[in-house]
């Protein structure tokens, strides 16, 4: 905010209307005040209550000793937990399987909404219809997508990827349990692509095309073109949209449920997946409070980046729009 | 963002303008075959979904997949009899009620955060999307805990709150920057012609930011909608919604592709439809509000 109050002004009503929302309101009587602080409060309270008292139990129950299946046998240990959760070889690999899951699959999903935004950047016949069929697979219940692509999709005998690759001479390959975690990828960038693509379509629409005109007139190719006009101002389209996939992907539930359930063992659990097993299958929830703990810290880490990623661009850099 | 508004590209003076037979000629580039195969490729899965629930199971399980049959609904009919309809009513209660909800506390905390400033706005916006940024399985072992302590175990009450908080965070941010669209020598004007502020804000601001209220709704019924994870910890058989109720396809009987297609395509249907009629609102709302 103070980046947009800093510049110089140019006077107009514009100026009006941004001085006014940015005047502090220091001046203002304590009742008025409260007067303009009163709709925030319940939305406030309720997500405080909601949010941050269970987060409180999690860090509370994380120095617990507390198995489920041995009653009784609850008792403070400190940080024990932690110890052992950094020690437990299988939280390592699956912490990296999250991190694979999460890059790949932004960085498969946001190179491939480039391209399509780019070809649903120009106008054709059906432009609408191909836009309406690309953003489906976003719409699909998660859990039924997942269904769909264990089933119908990846199964080595009746599956349709099979079929399609017969003619390159590929097998009967059991595709979900020898390549699981792949097979989450595939399934989870089918969903995430098209999310990219009216992102990153949506950016490409708000350029100024007169510039490109007169880029063109003056002769510029188009790749040095996209290189260096229309990829920069993509740029804070393409970063809101990493971040905000991260930020879903971080989560990722349904899809490992329903596909692989984490196997063959470890193989393609990530964190959110392993933590539920630990605490709903294993009843472990000293442990599971451990980790649960653990990844929000990193979470935290990696979100302030993130965030500061996009405040930067999206109010710090106006007139790059 | 709007997606129309650009389909024309704009001709400069210096340009060469181009006949209308040009223009044309352009729209059939071997590109725009290539964005239809991708676009069908795309599509093709939940395409084959749809396919597969009208066939018999006999016809779902075939090498090389049957592409024509006689279509059925003897799949729908068996789902319905499943109880698929307790699941269905149970997600649509706990979305519109949510949403409901959302936007009753959403709408006046974008209010409070856009036109009338309030000190440490800024804190609380961080606050309001760092709650998304933390990972819900720190939380659910607790949740699962007091759920249960409070007695609202398998009750769809406990899945409205959960939803509330889940998607309140979003709705405050995009319902923010519909507000700060309003613009503000508007209010002063209403305030001049001396209209208190309740009349303002019915007479002025809510018809301006209706759209964006609609968008709003949009975003929470699909992420309500879909919403697996709390539901499958914290439901059963009484208040169990659309996704969980999918799950009793794999781990129950076995697998019946045909009927599973069936109750996936009722479960995806909804949320399809309604993402398709408002897709040009979908991009805002799933970038809170960041872009316009």
């Not at chain 2, 759920?147 to 709705?171: E, F, K, Q, R, S």
């Not at chain 2, 975003?219 to 999918?246: D, G, K, R, Y």
């Amino acid at each position: 905010m103070t980046t947009i109050a800093e510049k110089p002004t140019s006077g107009g009503t514009a100026d009006r209307v941004r001085e006014l929302r940015e005047a502090k309101d220091d001046s203002v009587s304590r009742a008025e005040g409260w007067r303009r602080r009163g709709p925030l409060l319940p939305a406030l309270i309720f997500m405080i209550v909601v949010t941050q008292i269970p987060f409180l139990f999690t860090l509370y129950y994380s120095t617990q000793s507390w198995n489920l299946v041995r009653p009784g046998s609850r008792s403070f240990v400190g940080l024990q937990n932690y110890v052992d959760v950094f020690q437990d070889s299988q939280f390592r690999e699956v912490a990296v399987n999250t991190v694979i899951l999460i890059v790949g699959t932004v960085l498969i999903s946001v190179v491939l909404g480039l391209l399509l935004a780019l070809l649903l950047d120009r106008a054709f016949l059906g432009r609408g219809i191909v836009r309406t069929l690309l953003i489906t697979p976003f719409l699909v219940t998660p859990v039924a997508g997942a269904l769909l692509w264990k089933t119908t999709m990846f199964d080595p005998v009746f599956g349709i990827v099979n079929f399609v690759l017969s003619p390159f001479g590929v097998g009967q390959v059991d595709w979900v349990s020898k390549f699981p975690l792949a097979s989450v990828m595939v399934s989870l960038v089918w969903q995430w692509t098209p999310f990219m693509m009216l992102l990153i379509l949506a950016g490409l629409q708000s350029m100024p095309r007169d510039i490109l005109e007169a880029a063109r007139v003056d002769g510029a190719k188009p790749f040095a073109m996209f290189r260096e006009l229309t990829l920069p101002h993509l740029r804070r389209f393409i970063e809101l949209g990493a971040v905000l996939g991260a930020i879903y992907l971080i989560n990722t539930f349904d899809a490992i449920y329903m596909m692989t359930q984490g196997g063959p063992g470890t193989a393609s659990a990530n964190l959110p997946f392993y933590i539920y097993q630990r605490a709903f299958l294993g009843f472990d929830i000293g442990q599971a409070a451990a980790m649960g703990v653990i990844v929000v810290i990193a979470t935290i880490v990696v979100a302030t980046l993130a965030l500061r990623l996009i405040f930067k661009s999206f109010t710090g850099n106006e007139e790059a729009a | 963002m709007s997606t129309d508004t650009a389909a024309a590209p704009v001709e400069s003076a210096p340009a060469a303008p181009e006949t209308k037979r040009a223009r044309k000629h352009r729209k059939f580039s071997p590109w725009s075959v290539v964005a239809w195969i991708v676009a069908l490729g795309f599509f093709f899965p939940v395409a084959w979904m749809v396919l597969t629930a009208f066939k018999q199971e006999g016809d779902a399980y075939t090498t090389p997949p049957k592409l024509f049959f006689t279509p059925t609904l003897d799949q729908f009919k068996a789902v319905l009899d499943s109880g698929i309809g307790t699941a269905l009513l149970n997600s649509a209660f706990a979305t519109a009620v949510s949403t409901i909800v959302v936007l009753v506390l959403g709408v006046p905390a974008a209010f409070a955060l856009s036109l009338r400033p309030v000190r440490k706005t800024k804190d609380a916006l961080f606050f309001f999307i760092s709650t998304k940024m933390l990972p819900i399985v720190a939380a659910i072992i607790p949740l699962y805990v007091i759920v249960n302590d409070i007695g609202l175990l398998d009750n769809i009450w406990a899945l409205i709150i959960l939803y509330t908080a889940m998607n309140l965070p979003i709705a405050v941010w995009m319902m923010r920057s519909f507000f700060l669209e309003v613009p503000g020598e508007i209010l002063e004007a209403a305030s001049m012609d001396g209209a208190s502020l309740w009349t303002s804000v019915r007479e002025v601001i809510l018809p301006l930011v209706s759209p964006g209220i609609a968008a709003t709704a949009l975003i929470c019924v699909i992420f309500s909608w879909n919403e697996f994870f709390f539901a499958v910890n914290l439901t059963a058989v009484q208040a169990q919604t659309i996704p969980v109720f999918l799950v009793g396809f794999i781990t129950g009987e076995g697998l019946y592709w045909a009927r599973l297609s069936a109750a996936a395509t009722l479960a995806a249907l909804p949320v399809i439809l309604a993402g398709w009629v408002a897709q040009n609102k979908l991009v805002r709302g799933l970038s809170f509000g960041a872009i316009k």
